[in-house]
């Protein structure tokens, strides 16, 4: 559940500000169990009966907590599944498609990328979180090859992938000119994973033209609802712009409609030239308050300091 190990720190703060500590802390190390002979004073048996009862008490208390937890996950998980989980979400996705935008996010992309005068025919591209192979992109002729990965594939042209889990490239013949993410991160449960998952891709992308001002190429293409940064106390677009400076992209593209908003972004810094340095980025993004205010979601992506 927490992600901490160790002690306290691994367990939820409802259940730590439930616990008291006892006087000793470990029944039986050096203050005295072993060692207790008939001369042990009163007082001194009495600390170790009091500390075992409130070891005890803690014990039963979280053994509650936790039995609530796992009632509650049980509950959601039964939700899920009652409402078909991924699967059904994903063929509702397909089928929400074109009343939603008018075709799919990649037709933006490609109309993009002619607009840039890359028309290579040579691109390839990772599309994160993949519904269809038959979209747009895949009938543009721009690239000759396509990745494309999701959790949950709906067709044998998608592998079934997690990109959380996806090993670094180890060859240029693994890295992409362009790397798809339309209304992928939103989907991420977690803030700090959203941010992971950027900071992800720039490990994906080409290094070739990096500093090469007139290709558009190795570029990220980024979809969010329009929510997410309209109308979210803890996200605006001044806030994506940071993250992704941060990481190294500079804007090439944007457009907003009424429900969504893209962005084309260009990784183009040098490795050494980022902010990025042995793993560490000196900018970090946290759940700030920016917009504050009822009505308003809570939509927001952290980027952490250290990165794996
Ligand atoms: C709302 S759908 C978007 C699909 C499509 N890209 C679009 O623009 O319509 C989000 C998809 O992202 C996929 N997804 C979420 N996290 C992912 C991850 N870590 N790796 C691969 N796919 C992921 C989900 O399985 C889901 O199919």
């Known amino acids: 559940m927490a992600k901490k190990k160790g002690g306290l720190l691994s367990m939820p703060r409802s259940i730590v500000s439930k616990i008291t500590r006892p006087k000793i802390d470990t029944i039986g190390e050096k203050s005295g169990v072993k060692k207790m002979t008939k001369s042990a004073s009163s007082k001194h048996t009495r600390t170790i009966i009091r500390a075992l009862h409130t070891l005890m008490k803690n014990k039963a208390l979280m053994e509650a907590e936790i039995q609530a937890l796992s009632n509650s996950l049980a509950t959601i998980e039964s939700n899920i599944a009652l409402n078909g989980g991924l699967d059904v979400y994903q063929k509702a996705s397909i089928l929400g498609q074109d009343v939603r935008r008018g075709g799919d996010s990649s037709k933006i992309l490609v109309e993009w990328l002619k607009e840039l005068n890359c028309k290579s025919k040579s691109l390839s591209m990772l599309e994160v979180g993949c519904l269809s ?43 992409f000119d362009i790397i798809s993410l339309s209304l992928v991160v939103n989907f991420v449960p977690i803030p700090a994973d959203r941010g992971l998952m950027l900071y992800k ?63 084309l972004w260009k990784y183009d810094r040098k490795p050494d030239m980022t902010t990025i340095k042995d793993k560490t980025i000196t900018s970090t993004f946290k759940k700030d308050q920016l917009n504050p205010g009822g009505n308003r979601n809570n939509f927001h992506i952290i980027l952490e300091n250290k990165l794996e």
Not at 135 to 148: G, M, P, Q, T
Not at 225 to 249: D, K
């Open 133 to 175: 192979s038959k979209n747009f992109c895949s009938r543009c002729n721009l690239f000759n090859k396509i990745e494309r990965i999701d959790l949950n594939s709906q067709e044998p042209l998608v592998k079934q992938q997690d990109f959380m889990k996806r090993p670094y490239p180890t060859g240029k013949e693994e890295e």
């Open 201 to 263: 891709t720039v490990k994906f992308l080409s290094k070739e033209n990096l500093s090469d001002d007139t290709k558009c190429t190795p570029c990220l293409f980024f979809v969010l609802p329009l929510p997410c940064v309209s109308n979210s106390r803890y996200c605006n677009e001044e806030r994506i712009t940071q993250i992704m400076n941060s990481l190294g992209y500079s804007l090439l593209k944007r457009k907003q409609a009424t429900k969504l908003i893209y962005w």
